[in-house]
């Protein structure tokens, strides 16, 4: 069942945000924290994910997307044997999207998942950015650390971090960094776009809601 109070959206929505850096159509494909599978199904669509193993806790979005893994793990990250139908140096995507920030000890995951893919393979992480301007001034001016249903003070969120540690944490298995991007598109004339132009990108590290982080095996 779902968390008392969380947006059913959440399980359901396809990650286009992250997608949008995936190049190509990755066939073997390890996703943690599937929700749903809409992400999966998007991948399908282009022709990639032909071998889909995910891990979902949430028992009712998992069984939506059962038919769209070969193998789904209804279980914590923690306790799902994946290992027991992924061989080391086989895949060629890892998807960790608004997950790791929820688990005691992502650095583990990250180490654990990273063996895992082939050559070239890359690990996709998104997280959000406890350095955004909004939650800073609510901190600083009214010491409002108060948790939330959602957002960056979500209830459930163990871990916080900065695009500088999501980097580190990208990297934790031993990884290369490829990059590290504000989740959001912005419009050509919105404002916090004209910022990070005018700052030459400075803005964006407290501008940012939300990190994309991505890793590659070399």
Not at 40 to 63: M, S
Not at 161 to 189: H, I, M, N
């Amino acid at each position: 069942m779902s968390p008392p109070g969380q947006d059913l959206r959440y399980f359901a929505t396809a990650r286009h945000d992250v997608l949008a850096h995936v190049a190509g159509a990755p066939a073997r494909v390890l996703e943690i924290g599937c929700g749903q599978g809409s992400t999966l199904a998007v991948l399908k669509q282009r022709g990639g994910a032909t071998f889909a193993v995910g891990v979902e806790l949430d028992a009712d979005a998992a069984a939506v997307a059962r038919p769209l893994f070969d193998t789904l793990y209804v279980s914590t990250v923690e306790a799902a044997p994946f290992e027991e139908v992924i061989a080391p140096g086989s895949l060629d995507a890892v998807f960790c999207l608004d997950v790791l920030e929820h688990l005691v000890d992502p650095w583990a995951v990250v180490k654990r998942v990273s063996p895992l893919l082939a050559p070239g393979g890359r690990l996709y992480i998104s997280l959000p950015n406890v350095r955004n301007w909004k939650f800073l001034a609510r901190l600083f001016f009214l010491g409002d650390f108060r948790y939330r249903d959602s957002g960056i003070l979500d209830r459930t969120h163990l871990r916080f971090f900065t695009r500088e540690t999501a980097g580190q944490l990208a990297e934790a298995g031993g990884l290369k960094l490829v990059d590290s991007v504000d989740a959001r598109t912005y419009r050509p004339y919105e404002v916090r776009r004209l910022l990070n132009f005018v700052s030459l990108g400075f803005t964006r590290e407290w501008i940012a809601k939300q990190w994309i982080v991505i890793a590659e095996r070399r």
